[in-house]
């Protein structure tokens, strides 16, 4: 069974576990403004409480993925920070959701269009699709995360020449940079994520969660925080119903059904 709800510039979309969040504003490339910021925020924190959201698939209308925030009507009302925290609390927003989430990119990613991907935990994207820090030659620094981001994925050396050249680069060089995770044909993403999406839908839910959150935040860890983070999330998921429910199916030479639920009744 499909839902669908429309939100104009955002579209929402679940099936089967899969919940596609879609920029709709494909005349400015999906150019971010004031409404596509708040339906950014809604749709993040719906699937956040939403325990029947097992992938979150996140893209944009019209063959562009997003072309960062979008600047054409001059500066906004309001004090800058109070617009900048804001901005932030969507970044915090995608960078917290338990389940996991995918970029699905063509055309342009660039500014904080860019980093809105890199908030996803895999990133895919058609092969002619190009990529910038963009922000350098408007005059602006690094922002939805990029600095924080960039460095933990590229490294020091990298992440500066990206944010200071503010260079267009193409998904290969991406890809070789860590920065894309897959990169496939034009016309052919759209198949790759819904395989890529149906695959991750169909793990253990908890489990992944806990593996996400401990990725995201064990590289600022000591090693014995990083191992008590693991034996804590190991002690939840041995009182879960996936971890035996693997183990029978393992057993029984067959696929598992995970559901995420307590065993403790």
Known sequence: MTESTTEN???????????TVTLNRP????ALNAGAW???????????????????????????????????GGPAGGHPLSRMHRINEVAMALHSLPMP????????????????????DLVVAERDARFSQIFAKRGLSVDFGGSWLLPKIVGLQQAKRLALLAEIIGAEEAERLGLVTYVVEPGTVDAFVADLAKTLAAGAPMALAQSKRMLNENTDKTLREALESEARAQTINFAG??????FEAFMAKRDPVFTGEWAVK
């Open 9 to 19: 510039p955002v579209l929402v979309e679940t099936a089967d576990g899969i919940r």
């Open 27 to 30: 005349r400015r490339k999906n």
């Open 38 to 72: 708040d339906g950014l925020q809604t749709a993040f924190a719906d699937a956040a409480s939403d325990p029947s959201v097992r992938v979150l698939v996140l893209t944009g209308a019209g063959g562009d993925f997003c072309a960062g925030a979008d600047l054409s």
């Open 101 to 120: 989430t995918v970029a699905k990119v063509s055309g342009v990613a660039v500014g904080a269009g860019w980093n809105l991907a890199l908030g996803c």
């Open 241 to 246: 119903t996936d971890a035996p429910a693997a």
